[in-house]
């Protein structure tokens, strides 16, 4: 298995465009963030995400780069609903006392402008905190403070086996 690793990497970089080499450079520094475990997960790795966690939020911000784009050359919507989804996973998470865990149950997301500019920076909120459920909403806002969307979601406490 290693051997195919190294010759579809070899591979990809004989054959890659500056443009492509600075988005391999992305991916790779981003899966050594998880390796280094300053990111938790290879998606938090990959997408470069910084966190800050209080009681009553969290913050999370996404440098924009090429790797995130879609075909229009604008932040992918998948994208936007990920950063979205982990800022409001990792917010219900961290308020839940041990053995307990938060999975997303429902995402509601209504995209109001294009992902463009430096950075995206998603803020998340606790609306309710039940025994079995959570509702939390999150605004993602654009490097140049155009809010681009509006989030709600709903999670489900389950015991962590």
Request: charged share 20%; net charge positive; hydrophobic share 35%.
């Given at each position: 298995?290693?051997n ?7 591979e ?18 981003g ?8 990111n ?5 790795g ?35 609903a ?11 998470n961290?308020?839940?006392?041990d ?5 997303t ?25 039940g ?11 654009r ?11 709903s999670f ?6």
């Amino acid at each position: 298995m290693n051997n195919q690793v190294k010759e579809l990497f070899e591979e990809c970089l004989a054959s890659s465009s500056p443009e492509e080499l600075a988005i391999l450079e992305t991916v790779l520094r981003g899966f050594q963030k998880k390796q280094k475990n300053i990111n938790s997960s290879y998606i938090g790795g990959l997408l470069h995400m910084e966190r800050k966690i209080k009681e009553e939020y969290c913050e999370l911000t996404v440098p924009i780069s090429p790797l995130l784009h879609n075909s229009l050359g604008i932040v992918h919507g998948g994208i936007t609903a990920t950063i979205i989804d982990s800022a409001m996973g990792t917010l219900a998470n961290s308020i839940l006392p041990d053995g307990f865990g938060a999975v997303t149950s429902q995402l509601n997301i209504h995209y109001l402008s294009v992902g463009k500019g430096d950075y995206l920076q998603c803020k998340a909120h606790i609306d309710h905190k039940g025994t079995k459920t959570m509702v939390i909403s999150a605004d993602v806002h654009r490097s140049d403070g155009k809010k681009i969307a509006k989030a709600s979601g709903s999670f489900f406490i389950i015991r962590k086996k």
